[in-house]
């Protein structure tokens, strides 16, 4: 009945000042109930398309609130998503993840929710899930911590954004790897934190070169992205002097360790430590799901203050919603055994591309890598001295693959030049395909002249 009094209304401007009838008149000329009238009238006041005036009667408004409705505006159909293309890296296979155990939890905790869930919410996120990941990190990285120096976050581009806000002085200076993260640059700037590059080698960075007045480290010791080294112990154990020498923070991204294919992990930086200095960084994007939008930082106590503080403020990181979800997904040993398949699964996967890559041994310089998601591999003199880096993955991407340029990672001047292949989220008929694909595109230009 709304709607249509509305309608009435604005088709006929010259009703403006009339008297509406009595509600119950109406009700009973349109056979309704009086109840139905009175909302109607109640609304469209409320809209501002009638008004009631004192002493009784309800009257059409003099100027009606927009008489001509708004002229639809021309809307381009949203473009579809965009499929990820091999060899885009970084991406744990989704399909894997045990969605119906993961809604078994999400239906179990929520359908009744523990009354703490719907209180006022630890501003470090939910209190068993961060014991779960205090112990998957003391199993897994061999790191020892607490639960109470656990802060869930909402990934680890969030974990920085908190650190510079909440740590570190506006206009400080942090040394990053270069090549490196690119979203890690980007977020720093955003915060006003100002990225000091190193160029790293193979044993990663090199903390001789790091410069005393710099506020924080970020480093990536267990496995540098994207090159994959590991740093020694020698130079982790000289960059934690460093650290203590300039008052200064690391902070240590380990972003896929678990995902090792010989050996042992390589422990923690930040257990090396006794997290003094060290801020360990997580995230479950490569482990589960960027989709899930949950990593976390392991602080030192001296902080946890500081960072309560401003959380006190700005509200708690990350959504509660899947954090119970996850801590019974963890305590339960699923998110263990997940692991552990998708690390069979990975290793299979990256020995499948070294195989797929063998027709390419000539321009590629093609090795194993003991862990990751992707390998990072360096162009053979064959290769390089034709073509850049950057121009192989840009005709890639018009072939329809996701080649990143090693040198796309880097901000400093003559960068190296690699390829990422990134090998987790594509099955081997998919990473077979591509390889071929490439073997196309590249061996051309390995046999043509030079
Ligand atoms: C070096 C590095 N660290 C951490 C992450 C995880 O980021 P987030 O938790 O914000 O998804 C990524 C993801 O691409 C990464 O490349």
């Known amino acids: 009945m709304t709607d249509a009094l509305r309608e009435l209304l604005r088709a006929a401007p010259e009703a403006a000042g009339a008297r509406l009838p009595a509600s119950r008149v ?47 505006t021309p809307r381009k159909a949203p473009e579809p998503p965009r499929p990820w293309l091999p060899f885009q890296p970084g991406l744990p296979d989704q399909s894997l993840f045990p969605h119906r155990i993961w809604a078994r939890h999400l239906e179990r905790v929520w359908r009744q929710p523990d009354p703490a869930l719907l209180d006022r919410p630890d501003s470090f996120g939910w209190p068993a899930l961060r014991a779960a990941i205090a112990s998957h990190l003391s199993a897994w990285r061999g790191l020892d911590c607490t639960p109470e120096q656990v802060l869930i976050t909402g990934g680890a581009s969030d974990g920085f954004d908190l650190i510079g806000r909440a740590l570190l002085p506006a206009g400080a200076r942090m040394a990053i790897e270069d090549p490196g993260w690119a979203t890690l640059e980007h977020t720093l700037r955003g915060i ?103 990593g976390y930082l392991v602080v030192p106590e001296a902080l946890i203050e500081k960072l309560r503080a401003t959380l006190s403020v700005t509200g708690s990181r990350a959504s509660l919603v899947p954090q119970p979800a996850l801590a019974a997904f963890m305590a339960s040993g699923e998110f263990a055994t997940h692991l552990r398949r998708m690390r069979r699964t990975y290793a299979r996967r990256q020995a499948h591309l070294l195989e797929a890559l063998t027709p390419l041994s000539e321009c ?13 591999i360096d162009l053979r003199p064959a290769l390089g001295v034709r073509i850049t880096d950057a121009e192989i993955s840009r005709r890639a991407a018009a072939d329809g693959l996701t080649l990143r340029a090693l040198s796309s990672h880097s901000v400093l001047p003559e960068p190296p030049q690699g390829l990422l292949f990134g090998y987790a989220g594509f099955t081997e008929s998919q990473l077979s395909a591509a390889a071929a694909r490439l073997c196309d595109l590249l061996a051309p230009l390995c046999a043509g002249p030079a």
């Open 364 to 376: 590629l310089d093609l090795a194993p890598d003991p862990s990751g998601m992707h390998l990072c």
């Open 26 to 72: 109406l009700a009973e000329e349109l056979s309704v109930s009086r109840m139905t009238v009175t909302s109607a009238y109640d609304q469209l006041v409320a809209e501002g398309y009638l008004v009631t005036r004192r002493g009784g009667g309800t009257y059409v408004a003099r100027e009606l609130p927009h008489l001509a409705p708004p002229a639809p």
């Open 192 to 294: 006003g934190i100002a990225p000091v590059a190193l160029r790293v080698d193979s044993e990663g960075l090199d903390p001789t070169r790091l410069p005393e007045d710099c506020a924080a480290v970020n480093v990536t010791p267990s496995r540098h992205y994207p090159t994959g080294v590991a740093m020694p112990l020698a130079r982790r154990l000289a960059l934690l002097d460093w650290a203590h020498r300039a008052s200064a923070l690391i902070i240590e991204d380990d972003y896929d360790s678990e995902f090792r294919y010989q050996g042992q992990p390589l422990p923690a930086l930040a257990g090396l430590d006794g997290l003094q200095r060290v801020i360990y960084m997580g995230s479950f994007s490569k482990l589960l799901s960027p989709a899930l939008r949950i």
